[in-house]
């Protein structure tokens, strides 16, 4: 699946956020979108998940303009990973997974041998299948997250946007939640905040700044130091990880060493 942004603006109670936005991510390569606050990345996301028409430019899946489509037909061709997904009440595992499949089924079919080996399939993938009659609300945010891809991959689509979906995860989850994302072979668009996961998991990242695009490229060649100083405001070192040898990125705080912010002691760790 190509997934390819032209031209897309986006408006909020008449507020520009989005202005002229354009990205292609080609088949099964991953796109990551960074930025500071603000700068518009969860709201570019919503014009493709269908949540926020643009206010111009288009959005294609395959050559297909996305919001033309009916919303049956564009949930076959993307899937979506929320930031940090509410556990409902009463729900199992396998039940939540089982609901990636209505864009599969007309409005009150029944599941069917297809269908509930789709789930079964789906947990496995993810390493859940061991929890696929516990209710959500007993399994930890990492848990929950793996279930909640595994919904999007039930749903068989050959797009997974992805919102901030390390949010609130301990580093050991985020890990294994971006190596499984990365393992499947689908056409990613993922907002990230951490500079770090997008240079070591992307092939791509789009840098966005008061909603417009200030670098877009391989992460080495875009998230130089001195790019990053200037989007982000922090001191950075770029160079190979000593543990994987992917792309590494540290960060630290731009002010001089030895100074102490406003109303500390003096000593402030740098």
Request: without cysteine; charged residues 20%; proline residues 8%.
């Amino acid at each position: 699946m190509r997934l390819d942004l032209a031209g897309v603006s986006a408006r909020i109670d008449d507020r520009p956020i989005v202005d002229g936005v354009a990205l292609t991510a080609g088949p099964g390569e991953f796109v990551a979108l960074v930025g500071p606050n603000g700068s518009g990345k969860s709201t570019l996301l919503r014009t493709v998940y269908r949540s926020l028409r643009p206010s111009a430019g288009v959005v294609r899946l395959d050559g297909q303009d996305l919001w033309r489509m009916r919303p049956r037909q564009a949930a076959r061709h993307r899937a979506i990973l929320p930031q940090h997904g509410q556990a409902p009440e009463g729900f199992s595992a396998a039940e939540i997974v089982a609901t990636g499949r209505h864009s599969r089924k007309r409005p009150l079919d029944r599941d069917t041998a297809t269908d509930r080996a789709a789930v079964v399939t789906a947990l496995e993938r993810v390493g859940m299948e061991w929890a696929a009659d516990r209710l959500m609300t007993t399994l930890s945010g990492g848990e929950r997250q793996r279930v909640l891809l595994a919904r999007a991959l039930a749903q068989e689509a050959p797009l997974l946007i992805l919102d901030e979906p390390t949010n609130h995860l301990d580093v050991g989850s985020q890990l294994l939640l971006l190596d499984l994302i990365r393992s499947f072979g689908l056409t990613l668009l993922a907002a990230l905040h951490d500079l770090d996961q997008a240079a070591a998991y992307a092939d791509q990242v789009v840098v966005l700044r008061e909603g417009r695009v200030a670098g877009h490229g391989p992460p080495l060649e875009v998230l130089t130091p001195a790019f990053i100083e200037e989007v982000f405001g922090v001191r950075a070192h770029v160079g190979p990880h000593p543990i994987t040898g992917r792309p590494h990125i540290a960060v630290a705080s731009s002010r001089p060493p030895g100074a102490n912010p406003a109303g500390t002691a003096p000593g402030y760790p740098r």
